[in-house]
């Protein structure tokens, strides 16, 4: 078994046993005296956690980022200590911190939970996961809440942590987990290890990590909601936060408890997937009735109650917005005892996930032929715009439509090199691309390189007569014009074209 | 049959006959030469409407609002000839605007639509209700929506309107109403009389009028979404609406269609029902697990992707939000022949008309005993804060479980004198009520009165012992903490006090 790093495409052995005693001691012999400070979880929120926090405003620390030895996490542990960060990003603020943090040998990597042994802080930033059945089409109780890799994660803390550690929970979960999971298993550990608990400190602190352009500000320049599992939790978790984040101008919000911190996470992306939602009827009305959904929406983002509102598309992507309210759902029966569900929120959730299906049926519908053997190119796979993240990406229920249908399928995408989900290469070169001809060019992420993007117009216009489809909204009015002067352009939610 | 006028106490006799030519052709002959504007429908929005019509900006109107001689409307014909503003308002410029227009004597009031013969310009500002069966428990399809006494207020503008009239429809209607409806019916009536309809301008532009401390500022000083029904009439609406609007600050946004304007309204409307109505679970949830939800939401506001996230209360009232969604249902249907409602929209509505059934359920889940007899003091009647307004407020729905189980009800709200849909008194006098003692106090409007009002906090602490209850969220920690040492103190979605 090995794990191979998608940067460099170096391949790792993975290791024989999980011991890295030596490593661990090496790297803190450099940094006596230093708080020592254990990221858990090498993804798109720990390693660059670790990263900021190894280039910490008021503090110096000394960070170990530890991950599973597997074969989708083993190469970021190798690659971090080898000096390539194991994150492409458009950040540029990514490589400086960086390479400040290789200079300063001050963050390292590992496999080896002897590292929660020597940590003062812990920071958890593993992924808790709502398994759905399918991708596209799904009922509303057709999902599962699996705690179990989450705790086991929590027990190798518990394990070997000192007993008067901070653990700070910075990954989306069901509320009520810190207080009635987190702890409980810390503490039930610390005592087996006959360790007192009385000076345990568990918080919560949910990160809003948006990776981009902004990669590193959205942990460093961006408000924090916090609590702790008591006061003593909440005054450590505080501290901390006071040395890793701006907070003099993003001002840190304490909530009363933990509950609530894990809450307003859930609750702030259960709103955003309920107004997406919310607007998927509106757009399939607006069709209906000849409106161009478009300018509706901009005329009433002109009021200051209404900015919120959203606008359609190919459907909701990315690892929160797709699970959050479910999460939330499940913590209400599950942990609260409840026994109702939330509806609209489960609900918003089902009808995103459908929204690619939609998609796929409106081009039927507008098309009114045989896809079989057509040649499409869909610009864009990545769940969000101009940032290259395949998670829970729509583009993957559109894909799979067409490609059950006997579509000849080409992707671009200037943020994606390969796609992990589907095991695909992606083409960044649109002069290649557009050397083939297409029966169907697809929009479907609102890259930046797509709109207003006289030069891609003109190479539109210039090929054979197609079928344009901007399932995103990027085209203008006068772009859909020109592009209409040649191909068959249609625009989900922008009436009569 | 007599109209009372609620203001002045005074009666006047319906007229016996729909005759006003007199009054109508004296009242024009002070104008010669200017332009003539009826304002169809002397409501909240019309009475205004006309007021801003007649201080318009750029140009000299002589204005005329039209009502129906009934009992309900009558006295509001009467009130504006006889220099008494048929609206009661926190605004003081409804005062300096009504004072200039009598100085100017350039706003009439009359019931016969002879008026519609001498306009150039007919605001139509009527009302378009949707039937409901029942106040606060419904289904989703317990709703109706009949469009009868609208044709008709159009159709007596056909019989008497010029062939070049600008008919400009502010009701919101149901999308497709303009295109559908109101043209039709006057081409039909137009051609009835011999007259061409080439020259007949029809177009759509919702207000957005807010009565309360803004009135006038709502419609003058305000964005405004608008669109004609064909390019004519676009331009039409567009000349009169800029010598009402500020529109160099507030820029005028013009459609593509009237589909698209009438669209506008109901889905602003809808969006903040819906996003109501999401909070309603959440606020539940919260409940159970402990939490204030009030700090959450704060929280999650500070992200201006989330500014527009709602807090909980007592529910859903007023003349828009109560029904847009019902309309844009029943017209997606009615209209446009879809055969899909916008369920999710519908269940916002649906949820939120059960919104004061849940308020009142709580109470009895907290208090846990009969309510028989028991002296109860509502503070506030409104359906919104700071302002006399309570149509479809959800007090009624509260107040009727609490007069359902035999309490003895006072009420309490600075800004009504009188409830007109449950044809009761209001006291203003805090002092007043406070000499009796109760045995709940109930917070139902969340008027600026009750917030931050220690002097009000005080008077409740030296009451006896009661059930405090604030259903809106209008005290603040401290003040709870206060009246907590005392009072039972109980507000939904604060978690444990």
């Given at each position: 078994m090995v794990s191979r790093s998608p940067i460099?495409?170096?391949?790792?052995?993975?290791?024989?046993?999980?011991?890295?005693?030596q490593g661990i001691n090496d790297f803190l012999a450099l940094h006596p005296g230093k708080k020592v400070v254990v990221v858990q979880g090498l993804g798109f929120v720990g390693s660059v956690m670790g990263l900021v926090v190894a280039n910490a405003?008021?503090?110096?620390?000394?960070?170990?980022?530890?991950?599973?030895?597997?074969?989708?996490?083993?190469?970021?542990?190798?690659?971090?200590n080898e000096g390539v960060f194991p994150v492409i990003a458009s950040d540029p603020k990514i490589d400086i911190y960086y390479k400040?943090?290789?200079?300063?040998?001050?963050?390292?990597?590992?496999?080896?939970?002897?590292?929660?042994?020597?940590?003062?802080?812990?920071?958890?930033?593993?992924n808790l996961d709502v398994k759905k059945k399918s991708s596209i089409s799904k009922d509303l109780e057709d999902y599962n809440v699996d705690l179990t890799p989450f705790k086991k994660a929590i027990e190798s803390i518990g394990h070997q942590c000192k007993p008067d550690v901070l653990v700070l929970v910075e990954t989306t979960v069901p509320p009520g987990t810190s207080q009635k999971i987190v702890r409980p298993l810390l503490e039930e550990n610390l005592t087996k290890r006959g360790l007192p608990i009385d000076e345990l400190k568990v918080g919560h602190s949910y990160e809003r990590v948006m990776p981009g352009p902004k990669y590193i500000d959205s942990i460093q320049n961006f408000y924090r909601v916090f609590a702790g599992t008591d006061e003593k939790s909440s005054e450590a978790v505080e501290i901390f936060l006071r040395t890793v984040i701006r907070t003099d101008e993003y001002p840190l919000t304490k909530l009363g408890n933990t509950n609530a911190t894990e809450m307003?996470?859930?609750l702030e992306n259960s709103f955003r997937a309920m107004n997406i939602a919310f607007m998927v009827e509106w757009s399939r009305f607006a069709?209906?009735?000849?409106?161009?959904?478009?300018?509706?929406?901009n005329a009433i983002r002109m009021r200051p109650t209404h900015k919120?509102?959203?606008?359609?598309?190919?459907?909701?992507?990315?690892?929160?917005?797709?699970?959050?309210?479910?999460?939330?759902?499940?913590?209400?029966?599950n942990l609260f005892g409840s026994e109702e569900r939330l509806h609209q929120s489960e609900k918003g959730v089902h009808i995103n996930d459908k929204m690619p299906l939609y998609a796929f049926e409106y081009l039927q519908s507008q098309y009114n032929g045989s896809f079989e053997g057509k040649k499409v190119l869909l610009l864009g796979v990545s769940y969000l715009n101009d940032v290259g993240d395949t998670r829970y990406t729509p583009v993957e229920g559109f894909y799979e439509q067409l490609d059950?249908?006997?579509?000849?399928?080409?992707?671009?995408?200037p943020h994606v090199l390969y796609w992990e989900e589907k095991d695909l290469w992606v083409n960044q070169d649109m002069d290649e691309l557009l050397k083939q001809d297409y029966d169907f060019i697809v929009v479907t992420t609102g890259h930046k390189d797509y709109r207003n993007n006289g030069e891609l117009i003109n190479k539109l216009i210039a090929k054979p007569?197609?079928?344009?489809?901007?399932?995103?909204?990027?085209?203008?009015?006068?772009?859909?014009?020109?592009?209409?002067?040649?191909?068959?352009?249609?625009?989900?939610?922008?009436?009569?074209?």
């Amino acid at each position: 078994m090995v794990s191979r790093s998608p940067i460099t495409n170096k391949e790792y052995p993975l290791p024989s046993t999980a011991e890295d005693k030596q490593g661990i001691n090496d790297f803190l012999a450099l940094h006596p005296g230093k708080k020592v400070v254990v990221v858990q979880g090498l993804g798109f929120v720990g390693s660059v956690m670790g990263l900021v926090v190894a280039n910490a405003l008021t503090e110096e620390y000394a960070v170990i980022g530890i991950d599973l030895p597997s074969s989708s996490s083993y190469w970021k542990i190798c690659s971090i200590n080898e000096g390539v960060f194991p994150v492409i990003a458009s950040d540029p603020k990514i490589d400086i911190y960086y390479k400040n943090a290789l200079h300063k040998k001050n963050y390292y990597a590992t496999y080896d939970s002897y590292a929660f042994s020597k940590a003062d802080i812990i920071v958890v930033d593993i992924n808790l996961d709502v398994k759905k059945k399918s991708s596209i089409s799904k009922d509303l109780e057709d999902y599962n809440v699996d705690l179990t890799p989450f705790k086991k994660a929590i027990e190798s803390i518990g394990h070997q942590c000192k007993p008067d550690v901070l653990v700070l929970v910075e990954t989306t979960v069901p509320p009520g987990t810190s207080q009635k999971i987190v702890r409980p298993l810390l503490e039930e550990n610390l005592t087996k290890r006959g360790l007192p608990i009385d000076e345990l400190k568990v918080g919560h602190s949910y990160e809003r990590v948006m990776p981009g352009p902004k990669y590193i500000d959205s942990i460093q320049n961006f408000y924090r909601v916090f609590a702790g599992t008591d006061e003593k939790s909440s005054e450590a978790v505080e501290i901390f936060l006071r040395t890793v984040i701006r907070t003099d101008e993003y001002p840190l919000t304490k909530l009363g408890n933990t509950n609530a911190t894990e809450m307003a996470k859930v609750l702030e992306n259960s709103f955003r997937a309920m107004n997406i939602a919310f607007m998927v009827e509106w757009s399939r009305f607006a069709e209906e009735a000849g409106v161009d959904i478009y300018e509706v929406v901009n005329a009433i983002r002109m009021r200051p109650t209404h900015k919120n509102i959203m606008l359609p598309g190919l459907g909701v992507g990315g690892y929160c917005l797709t699970k959050d309210p479910l999460l939330a759902s499940w913590a209400r029966m599950n942990l609260f005892g409840s026994e109702e569900r939330l509806h609209q929120s489960e609900k918003g959730v089902h009808i995103n996930d459908k929204m690619p299906l939609y998609a796929f049926e409106y081009l039927q519908s507008q098309y009114n032929g045989s896809f079989e053997g057509k040649k499409v190119l869909l610009l864009g796979v990545s769940y969000l715009n101009d940032v290259g993240d395949t998670r829970y990406t729509p583009v993957e229920g559109f894909y799979e439509q067409l490609d059950s249908e006997g579509c000849e399928i080409y992707l671009h995408d200037p943020h994606v090199l390969y796609w992990e989900e589907k095991d695909l290469w992606v083409n960044q070169d649109m002069d290649e691309l557009l050397k083939q001809d297409y029966d169907f060019i697809v929009v479907t992420t609102g890259h930046k390189d797509y709109r207003n993007n006289g030069e891609l117009i003109n190479k539109l216009i210039a090929k054979p007569r197609s079928f344009i489809y901007d399932t995103i909204g990027v085209f203008s009015n006068d772009e859909i014009k020109s592009l209409a002067a040649k191909h068959v352009v249609k625009v989900i939610g922008r009436g009569d074209l």
